[in-house]
C-alpha cells in the first residue's frame, strides 16, 4: 500500500472531487469547503516544493489555531514531508533543541511572532502567516532567510509563481508523518515520530467507534501541535465532515454560542476544559446545542464534572476516552452505555488495538491485580526522534510501555491507578496519588486537587495534598485528613494539606507536578500554608 492511499491529504482530496461544497474548516475569520481546502493545501505544497521542500524533509509550523494552521500541515503532507507543528510559546532553548533534531530548514509563522525567529540562520525560508501583506520591518527579523506571505485562511501570496502540487507523491506507510513534541523526565523537548500509517490507523478507529458521518461537525478549541487536536481535525476530513477552529475558550460563553450558531455535532476536550464550562457557563446557553457527543481525554476528570458535563449537555453522549502521543493518540475509551456501572474506567482497547496489564518482567497479569498497561496496535510510533535510549525504554517486542499503573476488571475494563513515576512509598506501601485525589476531590469544599511526595524524615515519602476550595467554602488540614481517614487506610491518608490559589497547568490543563512538587516543598515551613 501507498501512503497516498490512506492519508490525511487523499482524503481531502477525495471529498474535493465528490463534495467540492461541503465544508470543511471554518474559523471565526475563514471558511474553507472541501474545494477551496484542496486548493490551498495543493497551492502552498507546490510553494513548499518551490523552495526545496523534498519528501522525507522536516517543516516546523507555529501558527495560533485557524484555517492557515489546517492547510499548513496538510499542505506539508501532501508532499511527502513531515510536519513539526509546535506551540508558538516554544522557548528559545527548546526551540534550538528541536531545530537540531530535526534539521529544519523550513518554517511556517505567525507574523506577530516574526521577532522570537530572528537568528535562527539554519532556517532558510519562512512561510509568514499574516492578514495583509507583512511589512518590511516585520520581513527584515527574519533577514536572511527568504519569506512567503500567507494569507490567513492558508491561501498563498497571489503574485506567487510557483505551480500547485498535481498529484500526491506515492510514499510507503512508514514514512514519517508528523513529529508531536513532548517533553521527557529532563524537560528535554523529545519528538513522538509519527508515521502516515499510524495516523490513518488511530483516524480510522475513531470515526469507527464514534460512529462519525458527514453530517458530523466539531467545535475544535484543541490546539493542532498536539496529537488529540491533530485527532479531532483528521477524523472528521476522514469522514467528509467539518470543524470549527475556535481559539476564544478563554471567553467560554463566546465559544458555546458559536457551538449553537454553527450546529455543532461535536465537541473535544480535556478535564479544565469541562470544569471551567461547569463554573462559567449560564445555563440557558447549552439550551440550543445540537451536539450529538462529547469526547473528554488528557487527564482524569473528577467524578462531579463528569456528573455535571452528562447532565448539562444530555442528550449529548460523553465518551471518556485514554491515549498518549506515543499512540498517535487514542489507547482506549469507555463507551457511553458503560459509563454508570463502569464508572472511572478508561474503557477497553479502540478497535485495532490490545491492552494488557503485566509484571515488571512482562508477564501478564490476572485481572485485579495492579501492573504495567502496555499497549499494541497500528497506530504505536515507531519512537522518539534520534533517541533510540528512550525508545528503547517505551517499546519492547511490539508493545508499547505506556508507564501508566492499571488494573483490569473481570469484564475486561481497564481502571488506572496512576503514573508508575509517580506511585508514592509510604512507610513500606505503595501509594497512588490518584485514589487520595479522587477522594479529597469528594468533599463539598474541595473545587480541585493534586497529591505529590515529598521526604520522610522517617525515610520513603510522604503524601502531600494541595488543595484549592471553591469560592467562599471554609476547609481545615484536620477537616481534610479526617475526610481521607474515613475513606483510606492510615498509610494514604495525607500527611500535609497545603491550600493554594491555582494549581499549575501546562497549556493543554495537565497539572504539572514536577512544579506542584516545588512549590510544596518551598512552601511546608510556612504556617500560614497550612490554612485557606
Not at 58 to 71: N, Q, S, T
Not at 183 to 206: E, K, L, Y
Amino acid at each position: 500500500m501507498s501512503a497516498t492511499a490512506d492519508t490525511a491529504p487523499s482524503w481531502v482530496r477525495a471529498h474535493a472531487q465528490a463534495t467540492p461544497e461541503a465544508p470543511a474548516v471554518d474559523s471565526p475569520w475563514a471558511r474553507l469547503t472541501y474545494a477551496q481546502l484542496d486548493a490551498r493545501m495543493l497551492a502552498l505544497a507546490g510553494q513548499l516544493r518551490a523552495s526545496g521542500v523534498e519528501p522525507g524533509a522536516r517543516v516546523l509550523i507555529a501558527l495560533p489555531l485557524g484555517c492557515a494552521a489546517a492547510v499548513a500541515g496538510l499542505a506539508v503532507q501532501a508532499l511527502g514531508a513531515c510536519a513539526v507543528e509546535l506551540d508558538r510559546e516554544t522557548g528559545a532553548d527548546s526551540l534550538a533543541s528541536i531545530l537540531t533534531q530535526t534539521g529544519a530548514r523550513h518554517a511556517v509563522i505567525f507574523g506577530q511572532d516574526a521577532r522570537r525567529w530572528t537568528g535562527r540562520a539554519q532556517l532558510t525560508h519562512f512561510f509568514v502567516v499574516h492578514g495583509s501583506r507583512p511589512p518590511e520591518r516585520m520581513l527584515g527579523l527574519l533577514k536572511p532567510s527568504a519569506c512567503t506571505w500567507l494569507q490567513e485562511d492558508g491561501a498563498v501570496d497571489p503574485e506567487a509563481v510557483a505551480d500547485p502540487l498535481s498529484a500526491l507523491p506515492s510514499l510507503p506507510p512508514d514514512a514519517p508523518a508528523s513529529i508531536v513534541y513532548t517533553s521527557g523526565s529532563t524537560g528535554t523537548p523529545r519528538g513522538v515520530v509519527q508515521t502516515f500509517a499510524n495516523i490513518a490507523a488511530n483516524t480510522r478507529s475513531i470515526v469507527e467507534y464514534l460512529g462519525l458521518t458527514p453530517r458530523d461537525r466539531a467545535m475544535h478549541i484543541l490546539p493542532l501541535h498536539y496529537c488529540y487536536g491533530k485527532s479531532v481535525l483528521q477524523t472528521h476530513l476522514l469522514a467528509g465532515g467539518s470543524v470549527f477552529l475556535d481559539p476564544r475558550f478563554m471567553y467560554p460563553q463566546v465559544v458555546l454560542e458559536a457551538m449553537a450558531t454553527e450546529a455543532c455535532t461535536g465537541f473535544a476536550g480535556v478535564p479544565l476544559t469541562f470544569e471551567l464550562l461547569r463554573r462559567q457557563a449560564a445555563p440557558d446557553s447549552l439550551a440550543n446545542l445540537k451536539l450529538r457527543y462529547l469526547t473528554q481525554a488528557g487527564g482524569g476528570m473528577s467524578p462531579d464534572t463528569v456528573r455535571w458535563t452528562r447532565e448539562a449537555f444530555h442528550p449529548a453522549e460523553l465518551f471518556v476516552m485514554y491515549g498518549q502521543t506515543e499512540a498517535t493518540a487514542r489507547l482506549s475509551y469507555l463507551p457511553p452505555s458503560r459509563a454508570t456501572d463502569k464508572a472511572g474506567s478508561i474503557g477497553q482497547g479502540i478497535p485495532g488495538v490490545t491492552l494488557a496489564v503485566v509484571a515488571d518482567d512482562g508477564t501478564p497479569l490476572p485481572d485485579g491485580e495492579v501492573g504495567q498497561l502496555v499497549a499494541k496496535g497500528a497506530n504505536v510510533t515507531p519512537g522518539y526522534l534520534n533517541a533510540p535510549g528512550d525508545t528503547a525504554a517505551i517499546l519492547h517486542d511490539g508493545w508499547l510501555w505506556t508507564g501508566d499503573l492499571a488494573w483490569r476488571d473481570a469484564d475486561g475494563f481497564f481502571f488506572l491507578v496512576g503514573r508508575a513515576k509517580e506511585i508514592l512509598k509510604v512507610g513500606g506501601h505503595r501509594v497512588s496519588p490518584a485514589e487520595i485525589e479522587h477522594v479529597l476531590a469528594r468533599h463539598p469544599a474541595v473545587l480541585e486537587v493534586a497529591v505529590v511526595g515529598v521526604p520522610d524524615d522517617l525515610g520513603g515519602e510522604a503524601a502531600c495534598a494541595a488543595v484549592v476550595l471553591h469560592p467562599g467554602a471554609t476547609a481545615k488540614e484536620d477537616d481534610l485528613r479526617r475526610f481521607c481517614r474515613e475513606a483510606l487506610p492510615a498509610h494514604k491518608v495525607p500527611r500535609h494539606v497545603l491550600f493554594i490559589e491555582a494549581l499549575p497547568r501546562g497549556p493543554t490543563g495537565k497539572v504539572l507536578k514536577a512544579d506542584l512538587r516545588t512549590r510544596v516543598l518551598s512552601s511546608l515551613s510556612s504556617p500560614e500554608s497550612r490554612s485557606p
